[in-house]
């Protein structure tokens, strides 16, 4: 039987390769090719708690992909967006904004905050008026005089990787678009860094792909839970809806059954087989 071969733009493969305690040095690989930080940052990397903080009842949640700590303090916040949303610059934006805040606490100088890094890998084209794959954005003004060193975005974008390497963060976004086995194999052949995170992704088996698919579904719950309150509170069933086929299709695309899906949106059984026939999973 050949080998199932699980993508890592799955947020849950992510989740276990770049999000992993124990895998921490596939993720310093990672950074050091495409962040220009102190090597000896990278020293003490640790994996942090990727809920951010709701200081009110009625502050809006969020859960970000990745989220790290540096020896010195800084932030490293990863995202994984793979399919085209709406108002994603001002989301992104918006973490990197709750990443600063959330590290003051009551009567904290405003000398204590560090610098956060929030890099967004997009498997679709979100930046139409730049040419290239990678892009960073800071705080300047227009003679190109930084304002403040606190704030750093960067986007990688899958579409636009050119065929060749020219990059040190180049096989690394290959690692991401490839689909088939051989393709992994040709990859860690030329890229010896590549062969741990490799090696996880053809390792990872179904049965760990259902233990996580479940664990994700607590998160689906809650984000669903939320959506839900937002409704309920400003009269949106609509959204609800939306919101509710959008958590069924991700569901669906990543093995889950039809029963599974109808517990974690609610959906009924024919609105999530005509889900499934519309995108011909």
């Not at 052949?189 to 992704?201: A, G, N, T």
Request: charged share 30%; net charge neutral; proline share 3%.
């Amino acid at each position: 039987m050949k080998e199932i071969i699980i993508s890592p733009l799955y947020d849950f493969a992510f989740a276990q390769i770049f999000g992993n305690q124990k895998n921490i040095d596939i993720t310093r690989a990672f950074l050091k090719t495409l962040l220009d930080i102190p090597g000896a940052d990278y020293d003490r990397l640790t994996v942090e708690n990727s809920i951010l903080r709701r200081f009110f009842q009625r502050d809006k949640m969020g859960i970000v992909d990745l989220k790290l700590s540096t020896k010195s303090g800084r932030i490293i916040h990863i995202e994984l967006q793979v399919d085209k949303t709406a108002h994603l610059r001002n989301r992104i934006l918006y973490y990197a904004a709750r990443l600063i805040g959330d590290q003051l606490k009551w009567g904290d100088k405003y000398k204590k905050l560090h610098q956060v890094i929030s890099i967004v890998i997009c498997n679709h084209v979100l930046l139409d008026e730049e040419k290239s794959y990678i892009n960073q954005y800071e705080l300047r003004n227009k003679e190109n005089r930084s304002f403040t060193d606190l704030l750093k975005v960067v986007i990688l974008e899958l579409p636009k990787l050119p065929e060749t390497a020219d990059s040190g963060v180049w096989p690394w976004l290959r690692f991401f678009t490839c689909k088939r086995e051989e393709e992994f194999e040709m990859l860690a052949q030329q890229y010896p860094e590549l062969e741990k995170p490799i090696f996880c992704v053809k390792k990872m088996s179904l049965w760990e792909k259902w233990r996580d698919l479940q664990f994700h579904k607590n998160l689906w719950k809650e984000d669903a839970r939320m959506r839900e309150l937002y409704v309920r509170e400003e009269g949106r069933e609509e959204a609800r809806e939306e919101r509710n086929r959008a958590i069924a299709l991700n569901a669906l695309m990543e093995g889950a059954t039809p029963e599974f899906v109808q517990k974690i949106t609610g959906l009924n059984l024919e609105t999530i087989q005509e889900i499934a026939n519309k995108e011909q999973i």
